[in-house]
């Protein structure tokens, strides 16, 4: 009785909140209104008063321009919480935000996405930081999973899905069925990882030396890894390694595909890996339904169609994969009972 009481009533007095908590992005996911807040996951801290100054777009213009008394640092790296103290501030600041379209009286009910196979301690040190930037209640859900419910895959049923999430600090490779994951691989390979190629390459090439802003921005701007229609340029400028002085150069889509190649051979190298261990069943089912892509990652031109060739199996990305993970927390809010089985559990007492 108490516990349908509780079921029937909190959620007039508190908000449900999903959290996409990226190592490159944060997106927050708000029951009734969907998501309401996309910001990246950077922090500015003023070393002087210990006060953080800014968040998300404002703290990310700041990277690589701030003078000695404050710093924009990314709290997160490969997908996990490397400073606590400014993931919470980051957090705290990103629910408060949400949570103006709706105020209620307690704290929220929040289920937070992590890459599969994450330890312990990383999960805890996440669980910690979200109930100290306010939250009464935390969940905590493995993103591939998060993410196949957010692009409706049907995991629930004894029928086999592949997905690989490609987010900023990790891709996650899984194949679910029957509401969990079957196998599954979290490999480094991801858009930040993608940013340092193209930085060493114009290094290398060019002797100039770039930003990771200018590199993210000349990849999402030209980066594919198939031969388009015709060759794409765009300027970058930089610093002249032999001069140190500035200068401008134009790279070409080309130029973008060779850098980043040997991380695309090395995670479509992955992809095989997980395949090849996945039952003979579920393979069959993954044949004649193909690899679903998701994340941010997922929008590199081509790279669809280069892993169908190489992987003998269709491939295709998502409907808006930046979101999927968000959505799929959404999902879950919607009928926590129902998911509950899905959730990661991790021991309370480490």
Known sequence: MIGRLKRKFLPLLSND??????TTNTLVYLRGKGIVVTEPSVVAV??????????GTEAKN?????????SAVKPLVDGVISDFEATEEMLAYLMNRAQRLQKKLLGPRVVIGVPSGITNVEIR?????????????????????????????????????????IGGGNTDIAVLSLGGIVRSKNVRIAGEKLNQDIIAYVRSEFKVLIGEKTAEDVKMAIGSVSDGAGQRQAPIRGRDLITGLPREIVITDSDIREAISQSIDTLVE????????TPPEILSDIIRDGVTLTGGGALLGGLDTLLSEWLKVSVRVADDPLTAVARGTG????????????????????
Request: hydrophobic share 45%.
């Open 17 to 22: 909140i999903g959290i996409d908590l990226g």
């Open 46 to 55: 003023n070393h002087k008063t210990g006060q953080v100054v800014a968040v």
């Open 62 to 70: 700041m990277l690589g321009r701030t003078p000695g008394h404050l």
């Open 125 to 165: 040190a996440v669980k910690d930081a979200a109930q100290n930037a306010g939250a009464r209640e935390v969940h905590i859900i493995e993103e591939p999973i998060a993410a196949a419910l957010g692009v409706r895959l049907p995991i629930r049923e004894a029928v086999g899905s592949m997905l690989v999430d």
């Open 270 to 277: 992955s992809i095989r890996e997980v395949l090849e261990t």
């Open 331 to 350: 999902v879950i809010l919607e009928n926590l009972e129902l998911h509950r089985d899905m959730l990661t559990e991790y021991d309370d007492d480490i």
